[in-house]
Every structure is written in structure tokens, then in C-alpha cells.
């Protein structure tokens, strides 16, 4: 699915990520439920207003995920099994919110890494996210 | 759907300093747009969409400039955008997905130039403004 030159320009972003997975995936999870507030719908037990320690809390597990599939590009189903699982049975998010969640990633990506974020990083990364979010709702039915 | 006063407010300053660099948002928008939905191509087979090429950049400071409009008639983009969205409607008939696949890559764009400003009230902001002039371009394709 990605391409050599494609793993590699995952892997050279995600080496800017790996450490500070906390602050990126609480900023991506504020940039979701500000922008997409339907999305907090899924996440009642974090409240109606999540504080900065939620959203690091929970957004350092999601990054975490994401570190995970960047491992294992290789064979993201098995690495993902168990929260496919987790998100066919329990949680159950509407396939349309990935896309979303996708998009708000990206925008992280690129007021981080500003320049560095180029046309060709962007095609990769929607690709990989894309692929990712395949593999956690393919489970569903 | 309409914007909020502080929304307003919002995406009319970050449109100041937006517009200084016009062109090149619009150019790298619609840059991303092709790499990362290679699809949406097909309504420009008449054009070179190589990086660089003066069509793209032309395109691309054409595109902002409405965005621009938009902002300069906020309270009435429907107005403002009339004939646009005509041309969509009977010409163009880009597809109505497409809008927001070229709103996300202005975003990405926004963000990558002016990260202090795009903060996530920002970020909300402009997808809102953004979503209102999709609508207002694919209104009368029925």
C-alpha cells in the first residue's frame, strides 16, 4: 500500500512526533471537539469542556496508537486487532468521523511542522491516516 | 449556518495577513489538493498542474481572490459570490465533495503559514467561513 519512499517520509515525520505524543494528541483532540463538536458525543466520560489533563491524558493514547501503526506499517491489521476490536464492539464511532479526525492531524502536522509539511508529506500522511482508519472499522459488520 | 461575531472577527484580521501572501496560499492550496486527491484533476484537464507552472499559480491567486471577496462581503457572501456560484452551478459542476477536499487543503495551507494565529478557535472559525462559501458556490446547481 505505501511505497518505500512513502514509509520513509512517515517514519521521518513521525521522528519529530515520537516523545511529545501527550501535547500533539491534546492539541489534535482540542482541534477536533472545537471544530467538529458532534465529535464529543463519543467521548462523555472526558465532560462537556475536557481540561488540558484529559486531553493529554487521552490524547497521548491515541498518539500512542499512531506510533503503533507507524511500527508496524507492514501489517497494520495485526498490530491494530485489538482496537479494531475495541472500536467495532464498544465503541462503535460513525465511520464518518475519521475523516475528520484525519483532517484535524493534519492541521497539527502543518502548524508544526509549517515548511516541513510539503504537498508530497501531506499526500502521504492523508494516506497513511486513511489506511489507518480502515483498518479500526473494518470490524464493524 | 452563519457565523458567529467573534468568528467574523476572527477570520477578518487572520485575512490580513493572509492576503499579504495571497498567491502563494492559493498556489500551494491547490498544489496539496491535486497531490493528495489526485481526482479532482479532471476539472482542470485543459491546465499544466505541474508545481510551478504559471496556470497553477494564476488559478491559485484566482481562488483566494474569491475567498477574499467572501471575506470583504462576510455578511452577505451570497451576494458577493453570486456569479461564482452561477458559474459553478451551469459550467463548472465541480462535484459538491470536492469543496470541502479544497477548504481541508486551505486550511492545511493557513496552518503551515501563520501556525501562532491558527489556534483551534481559529481552526473552527475558518472551516465554518469556509463551509458557508461551498454553500453558497453549489446553491443553485438545483
Known amino acids: 500500500m505505501l511505497s518505500a519512499q512513502e514509509r520513509a517520509h512517515v517514519t521521518q515525520v513521525w521522528d519529530l512526533i515520537a516523545g511529545h ?20 458525543a463519543y467521548f462523555k466520560h472526558l465532560g462537556d469542556r475536557p481540561d488540558e489533563v ?24 495485526a498490530a491494530l486487532s485489538p482496537l479494531a476490536e475495541l472500536h467495532a464492539h464498544v465503541l462503535r464511532v460513525d465511520p464518518t468521523n475519521f ?33 489507518l482508519a480502515v483498518v479500526l472499522t473494518e470490524k464493524y459488520r | 449556518m452563519s457565523l458567529t461575531r467573534a468568528e467574523r472577527t476572527i477570520v477578518v484580521s487572520m485575512w490580513g495577513k493572509i492576503s499579504t501572501q495571497a498567491d502563494i496560499v492559493g498556489t500551494e492550496a491547490l498544489e496539496r489538493l491535486f497531490s493528495s486527491y489526485p481526482q479532482t484533476k479532471t476539472y482542470f484537464p485543459h491546465f499544466d498542474l505541474h508545481a510551478g507552472s504559471a496556470q497553477l499559480r494564476a488559478h491559485g491567486s484566482k481562488v483566494v481572490a474569491a475567498v477574499g471577496d467572501a471575506v470583504k462581503s462576510i455578511d452577505n457572501v451570497a451576494g458577493a459570490l453570486s456569479k461564482l456560484s452561477e458559474l459553478h452551478a451551469y459550467v463548472l459542476r465541480v462535484d459538491p465533495v470536492n ?25 473552527a472559525a475558518w472551516d465554518k467561513f469556509l463551509s458557508i462559501v461551498s454553500r453558497v458556490l453549489t446553491e443553485k446547481y438545483r
Open chain 1, 21 to 40: 505524543e501527550a501535547p500533539f494528541g491534546a492539541e489534535l483532540l482540542l482541534r477536533l471537539f472545537t471544530v467538529y463538536p458532534s465529535t464529543k
Open chain 1, 54 to 77: 484529559q486531553l493529554l491524558s487521552h490524547g497521548q493514547r491515541v498518539l500512542e496508537a499512531v506510533g503503533v501503526a507507524v511500527r508496524h506499517m507492514d501489517n497494520l491489521r
Open chain 1, 99 to 131: 475523516p475528520l479526525l484525519t483532517q484535524c492531524f493534519q492541521v497539527v502536522l502543518a502548524s508544526h511542522l509549517q515548511g516541513e509539511f510539503t504537498v508530497e508529506m501531506q499526500a502521504v500522511w492523508d494516506k497513511f491516516l486513511t489506511g
Open chain 2, 99 to 123: 469543496f470541502k477536499l479544497l477548504s481541508h487543503c486551505l486550511l492545511v495551507t493557513v496552518a503551515s503559514h501563520f501556525p501562532a494565529d491558527f489556534t483551534a478557535d481559529a481552526h
